[in-house]
């Protein structure tokens, strides 16, 4: 099947930093990305939808200027947390979309980001 | 809006039971639903997905589901577990404004050796 894969896997930073996450489809080209963040004990919850080329869309609640995402090819999607704080800990999750397969998304390993 | 429900937390069995997870959906039309697995430490993967047809659907190692559209429903079963399939697994349905999927709260089975 395809394969996502996000860098880093892990990582801890100093409260007021930025840290960005990659996002990258290996053997198919992803129109579409979806970001997720992941609560302990409860589900995906759907941050935003980054389609390559133009803006992302995202979710109500969600800060689009401390979450950027940029989609700048088929293949790599980012998610900037910009000067993060404790309360962002948490589990992201990337998806790719591949076109070929129909509706069928793809998930990268996560990101496990505790801010300190 | 779409919305989806997971009946169980936690489902413990022992090697051989037959296991059966529920799911259901909120909205009532035209529906796209998919049943994914994280094992620990694992990204999700995809078991299984339903877009139209046959309303019982085949997925990967002995998996299936069955799409029952007046009970809202696409439970997930296996007729035989083994201590391998212990993981989280997830229920979703593709939502029709941007293509992403919506979760629920996931189940979690530990099968006993």
């Known amino acids: 099947g395809a394969v996502v894969s996000q860098h880093p896997s892990r990582v801890i930073c100093k409260s007021g930093t930025s840290v960005k996450i990659e996002c990258r489809s290996l053997d198919f080209q992803a129109t579409t990305m979806f970001w997720y963040r992941q609560f302990p004990k409860k589900s995906l919850m759907l941050m935003a939808t980054s389609n390559e080329g133009s803006k992302a869309t995202y979710e109500q609640g969600v800060e689009k200027d401390k979450f950027l995402i940029n989609h700048a090819s088929l293949t790599l999607s980012t998610l900037t947390v910009t000067s993060a704080h404790p309360e962002d800990s948490s589990f992201y999750i990337c998806s790719a979309r591949d076109g070929r397969v129909q509706e069928t998304q793809y998930f990268g390993p996560g990101t496990r980001l505790l801010v300190l | ?113």
């Open chain 2, 1 to 113: 809006a779409q919305s989806v429900s997971q009946h169980n937390h936690h489902v413990i069995l022992s090697e051989a039971a037959s296991l059966e997870l529920g799911c259901n959906y909120s909205y009532g039309g035209t529906v796209n639903l998919f049943w994914y697995v994280q094992y620990p430490g694992q990204h999700l993967q995809l078991l299984l997905k339903y877009f139209s047809g046959d309303p019982l659907v085949k997925g990967i190692k002995g998996f299936e589901a069955e799409f029952i559209k007046s009970k809202f429903s696409f439970n997930l079963r296996k007729p035989s577990v083994q201590w391998s399939d212990t993981a989280e697994y997830f229920c979703a349905v593709l939502s029709g404004s941007q293509g992403n999927l919506i979760f629920g709260k996931g189940t979690k089975l530990s099968v006993k050796p």
